[in-house]
């Protein structure tokens, strides 16, 4: 599979990596195996993950489990849980939070090194200079490799670097956003100062909560056990409108010999800045539907006749 490198300092990851946040919720350790396994024979090397995913830190103990002999295969991408809305902020806390994380992050992933660590969400009271300050102490101490954030606005990805720069520390290497055909508020402002500061851009939720893989039908319930059936956040994407959306993307993949799901992938692929697009799966044979997404490589006539939401 194709590798990218995240921004120009960053590791080099998969196009597709495989998002392990069903690991510990959706599937036990021996599903989570499977699907590791999955990965890796098709060429997956990035696996991200977070320290909230699975509760209780299990999806990064699920994840540890699965590589085992292969970790050295894989690009690990972890992320900082966030402070709770009781638990108030008082300085140095949530220094000490990402530094003691990550060490917790380390024995649960069985490894020496996390290559990815991420700032899951934007603290809006801690100084800026307290988390980048703990994670470029991470990053001299050689626990970790990289850093990145997520979740941020423009104006925040601007500062973050900016201070960066500044203080000569560690600098984030890339930014993981919401963005699917569906999703795409972030092309307004944030992925233009994802690209203006160098950052590689993760895209997560690429098949939005899979609507875009073509399960869902408009008029029918959702099926049980799905992301939609199962929660009302997720399950607002699901508009006439979108559904409407849906049936043409999936009419223009069909005339071009492709699922709407393959044509999800693709079309984050062959965006700007684009490193690795984070697809989940809860079984093997998912795993290999999102791989060939990167295997359609969409032209310039292709994009320019995507049909456009209204």
């Known amino acids: ?17 495989l998002g392990c946040n069903n690991f510990g919720m959706r599937i036990d350790a021996a599903g989570s195996a499977a699907v590791v396994a999955a990965a890796l024979d098709a060429g997956i090397t990035h696996f991200d993950t977070a320290q909230s995913y699975g509760g209780g830190g299990r999806s990064e103990e699920f994840l540890g489990a699965a590589l085992a002999s292969r970790r050295d295969e894989a690009v690990i991408a972890t992320k900082v849980a966030r402070r709770g809305p009781d638990d108030p902020y008082t300085p140095g806390v949530l220094r000490q939070r990402i530094v003691e994380g990550a060490e917790a992050s380390l024995r649960r992933l069985r490894t020496d090194r996390i290559d990815l660590y991420y700032e899951h969400f934007p603290d809006s009271e801690a100084p800026i200079d307290e988390v980048l300050g703990a ?7 050689g626990k970790v490799l990289h ?6 606005s423009a104006a925040q990805i601007e500062a973050r670097m900016t201070l960066s720069a ?9 930014a993981q956003i919401e963005w699917s055909l569906i999703k795409r508020e972030v ?41 939609l059936a199962s929660s009302d956040y997720f399950a607002a994407i699901a508009t006439p409108e979108n559904f409407a959306y849906v049936d043409a993307l999936s009419a223009f993949a069909a005339e071009r010999g492709h699922s709407v799901l393959e044509l999800a992938v693709a079309w984050l692929v062959a965006q ?35 049909p456009q939401l209204t």
């Not at 850093?147 to 941020?152: K, Q």
């Open 147 to 152: 850093i990145a954030t997520s979740n941020v």
């Open 187 to 227: 092309e307004a402002e944030i992925v233009p100062a994802a690209l203006k500061a160098g950052l590689g851009i993760v895209p997560y939720f690429p098949l939005a909560s899979g609507l875009l893989t073509g399960k869902y039908r408009a008029g029918e319930p959702f099926p049980e056990g799905t992301r």
């Open 272 to 306: 700007d800045g684009v490193t690795s697009v984070i697809t989940g799966a809860t079984k093997p044979e998912q795993v290999a539907a999102n791989v060939a997404g990167a295997d359609w490589k969409l032209s310039a006539d292709d994009l320019a006749a995507l």
């Open 135 to 141: 994670f470029d102490e991470l990053v001299s101490a």
């Open 166 to 174: 500044e203080r000569g520390w560690a600098a984030f290497t890339g």
């Open 1 to 17: 599979m194709e590798t990218r490198k995240l921004g120009s300092t960053g590791p080099d990851l998969s196009v597709v990596g």
